[in-house]
């Protein structure tokens, strides 16, 4: 596993670190205008000031979105949006929204934000970095008197992790029904949305129409460890892959483990154990960038001495291109027909969810892409594996993403990591595409 | 699926079944003597009353051992041993023990016995049979007045499904923390003894000494498919399986089952099902009788949308030989260090149970082998894969046990089911056999 030292060939001393790394970021000129760049030293701060809120004796971030903590996480990012001269309010959905009037008051927002909110053991990188960034971005503009054409919005959206609740409000995509689901925190997210500000029933109310929204960005860290492993500054991002999920049921029959020869056994579990091997190798061999994961399992009745019934697992299958899913679902699908066959047990497969891709626009790739050779950072056009709340915005407005190396791919972990460097370096690249982004007419 | 009504070639008509079976299995003669055979009609009767008790809604057992359920049936079939003309007393051990006088005072008991307590959600032959059909020999010796030379007991042992604890106790196998465990009554093992009329203070009182008991039989069902797939009246049960167990520990990565690319996964469950399907395999592709089972799985965190970073799962190796086991294992160990090698997960193996193997004796085979024939019915030896209170008496005395055919091999399981012919034929193989063994000098 690459990490961020041995690829950049420094060592992290503490304070004197964050000033070093601003110097490197600031050092290449944009290709438009004055020699820009963020504030690094107040970008790292400030996301260690967030990172106090809420964090676990494992140094992680539990910030779960409606709870005690994420009301808190809340209440300090408003705060630094005041400080930056950003006008924050709560929309119905809870989103806080920190406006900056642009110059031509004929053009609609240009939007960049992410997610303060925390898986249950999560950490400190995944929504954080792209809020944070997001915020220093409006203050080095408004320290150096740089007003956008367009105004600009820097939106922390509610429960990204939980469901995107407030990114999927601005585009009506909040089922009534959905309001009564308990989250984590204890609350519905009808109850939750209230206590961060909201208003579940005039929910309408988020709701913005395609076309209202020049443009999105947000910046996030990858999650995942092809960044990191194939020493890469920046990841331009192609899109969001689409997910289907599965439950998959396997019937055979359970019976003692001592009294039943091995060649009259319908043993659930080998079934299984063939269908997860199957799928792995398949997937793998396959060309591409398509994942397929068995994450969950269930054997029944689950004792030592019992042959396993029943087993209930979970199938899950991501790529950019929906059709490709059903393809490798097809032939999983056939290769459980076989094993079923062999095993003498029964296979059924039920698709309990679908998220479909959302292809990143072309021109904000080549926005980010070009932003970041400009700073002298290496790039590559790269799916996320991860959903994230540009995939919903994604239905409104041209996006764009732009990824830091996660530190040995680790995610929703205490052991998140990013280096300084990379987050400063996505602030950067934020701040220059989000320039060339308000320089180009979006009609 | 083998059913006994194909294989003999009869219909399951009600009340008129047995009367018909009883004719059946009556008209061979035995070699010895009389033409002798059980009352099946009363057989059946008295098996219908004790399944009466701890009746479930699915028509299944639940008597586990101490419950009220099983102080019941204890009170239900002492009484069937007083009007079988048995002495019936309780042992420190809570084992009820049925005592009839032979001939010659100077011999040393045969015994007979196996268990009315079930599993939780059990059947109504697994141990009923044996118990049943003991005192049913009693009552037709005592009704055709033939007097055994041999003192006679037919035991009712302690919590057979909960740990084998009666027959356990005499061999002196019950130690003083094992009274402490808690089980599925809700009882300590110590207080259930005493609510059984037991004492564990003084366990040391059901103690027998090797030589003590002249030999032991038990009946049984099969509790597997063996008899019923190959249409056999009588397995002749050449000794019960050695049982090793292990917890296997699998070591992988937990990470995003979005953005971790398949070759850079550390799945723990990809490795545990390479590992599930191995040892199946390889288990069943060895010449022999041998099992291998994987019953138990858990894989951590356990969300559709986190790669397995941790698998633990059990093995179950079976075997007459315990040589043999500890060969396999061997086998299986290699395997997984492969598996583990190509997986990059790490897979780690810890005995947690070992239970010897108990061969019966050879002359006892023979007895209910010949006794089988001289009634016309078919055998097999065969090992008995599941645990029995034989087991534990072969530490004391010359066991033998005689199987009956489980329909379709189901067991510990409300649709457990043997014919009432096979029931039949079982008693009057017991009843034969005792006498033949009665006739023998056990020196």
Same mark, same amino acid.
């Given at each position: 596993?690459?990490?961020?030292? @041995?690829?950049?060939?420094?060592?992290?001393?503490g304070?004197?670190?964050?000033?070093a790394?601003?110097t490197?970021?600031?050092?290449?000129?944009?290709?438009?205008?004055?020699?820009?760049?963020?504030?690094?030293?107040?970008?790292?701060?400030?996301?260690?000031?967030? =990172? +106090?809120?809420?964090?676990?004796?494992?140094?992680?971030? *539990?910030?779960?979105?409606?709870?005690?903590?994420?009301? %808190?996480?809340?209440?300090?990012?408003?705060?630094?949006? !005041?400080? =930056?001269?950003?006008?924050p309010?709560?929309?119905?959905?809870?989103?806080?929204?920190?406006?900056?009037?642009?110059?031509?008051?004929?053009?609609?927002?240009?939007?960049?934000?992410?997610?303060?909110d925390?898986?249950?053991?999560?950490? @400190?990188?995944?929504?954080?970095?792209?809020?944070?960034?997001?915020?220093?971005?409006?203050?080095?503009?408004?320290?150096q008197?740089?007003?956008?054409?367009?105004?600009?919005?820097?939106?922390?959206?509610?429960?990204?992790?939980?469901?995107?609740?407030g990114?999927?409000?601005?585009?009506?995509?909040?089922?009534a029904?959905?309001?009564?689901?308990?989250?984590?925190?204890?609350?519905?997210?009808?109850?939750?949305?209230?206590?961060?500000?909201?208003?579940?029933?005039?929910?309408?109310?988020?709701? !913005?129409?395609?076309?209202?929204?020049?443009?999105?960005?947000?910046?996030?860290?990858?999650?995942?460890?092809?960044?990191?492993?194939?020493?890469?500054?920046?990841?331009?991002?192609?899109?969001?892959?689409?997910?289907?999920?599965?439950?998959?049921a396997?019937d055979?029959?359970?019976?003692?483990?001592?009294?039943?020869?091995?060649?009259? *056994? *319908?043993?659930?579990?080998?079934?299984?154990? +063939?269908?997860?091997?199957?799928?792995? *190798?398949?997937?793998?061999?396959?060309?591409?960038?398509q994942v397929?994961?068995?994450g969950?399992?269930?054997?029944?009745?689950? %004792?030592?001495?019992?042959?396993?019934? !029943?087993?209930?697992?979970?199938?899950?299958?991501?790529?950019?291109?929906?059709?490709?899913?059903?393809?490798?679902?097809?032939?999983?699908?056939?290769?459980?027909? !076989?094993?079923?066959?062999?095993? @003498?047990?029964?296979?059924?497969?039920?698709?309990?969810?679908?998220?479909?891709?959302?292809?990143?626009?072309?021109?904000?790739?080549?926005?980010?892409?070009? =932003?970041?050779?400009e700073?002298?950072?290496?790039?590559?056009?790269?799916?996320s594996?991860?959903?994230?709340?540009?995939?919903?915005?994604?239905?409104?407005?041209?996006?764009?993403?732009i990824?830091v190396?996660?530190?040995?791919?680790?995610?929703?972990?205490?052991?998140?990591?990013?280096?300084?460097?990379?987050?400063?370096?996505?602030?950067?690249?934020?701040?220059?595409?989000?320039?060339?982004?308000?320089?180009?007419?979006?009609?």
């Amino acid at each position: 596993m690459g990490d961020g030292m @041995n690829r950049r060939g420094f060592v992290a001393t503490g304070v004197g670190l964050a000033g070093a790394l601003l110097t490197a970021t600031r050092l290449p000129a944009s290709g438009r205008g004055p020699q820009l760049g963020i504030n690094g030293d107040r970008l790292l701060r400030h996301h260690r000031g967030l =990172a +106090e809120i809420g964090r676990t004796t494992a140094g992680g971030a *539990r910030r779960l979105a409606f709870s005690q903590a994420d009301q %808190a996480a809340r209440a300090y990012v408003t705060e630094l949006m !005041r400080g =930056a001269g950003l006008d924050p309010t709560v929309d119905v959905a809870g989103n806080v929204i920190g406006r900056r009037a642009g110059s031509d008051a004929e053009l609609r927002p240009l939007m960049v934000g992410s997610h303060i909110d925390s898986v249950p053991e999560g950490g @400190n990188f995944d929504g954080p970095v792209g809020v944070i960034a997001g915020i220093e971005v409006a203050q080095s503009m408004e320290e150096q008197r740089l007003r956008t054409r367009h105004p600009l919005e820097v939106v922390v959206f509610t429960n990204e992790e939980g469901g995107k609740t407030g990114s999927r409000a601005l585009i009506g995509e909040v089922a009534a029904r959905e309001l009564q689901l308990v989250t984590a925190s204890g609350l519905t997210i009808g109850d939750g949305l209230r206590a961060v500000g909201g208003d579940p029933d005039r929910l309408d109310g988020a709701r !913005r129409s395609p076309g209202d929204i020049a443009a999105f960005l947000e910046l996030h860290v990858e999650q995942g460890s092809v960044l990191d492993t194939q020493n890469v500054d920046i990841g331009v991002v192609e899109g969001i892959v689409g997910i289907k999920r599965w439950s998959v049921a396997i019937d055979g029959f359970a019976n003692h483990a001592g009294t039943t020869p091995m060649d009259q *056994r *319908r043993d659930a579990l080998v079934a299984a154990g +063939e269908l997860v091997v199957t799928i792995h *190798r398949g997937v793998k061999e396959l060309p591409g960038r398509q994942v397929a994961t068995v994450g969950r399992i269930d054997a029944q009745p689950g %004792a030592p001495n019992v042959i396993p019934g !029943r087993v209930d697992l979970s199938l899950e299958i991501r790529d950019l291109d929906m059709e490709k899913i059903d393809v490798i679902f097809g032939e999983i699908r056939t290769a459980a027909d !076989r094993i079923a066959g062999e095993t @003498n047990t029964a296979i059924a497969f039920d698709q309990f969810y679908e998220s479909r891709s959302a292809p990143t626009d072309e021109r904000m790739r080549d926005i980010v892409e070009r =932003a970041a050779r400009e700073l002298s950072l290496s790039t590559l056009r790269m799916p996320s594996g991860a959903g994230h709340d540009a995939q919903s915005i994604a239905q409104l407005a041209p996006v764009g993403m732009i990824f830091v190396p996660s530190v040995g791919g680790i995610s929703h972990s205490p052991k998140e990591f990013s280096w300084p460097r990379d987050v400063l370096n996505g602030a950067n690249v934020l701040l220059h595409s989000l320039l060339n982004v308000d320089a180009r007419n979006w009609s």
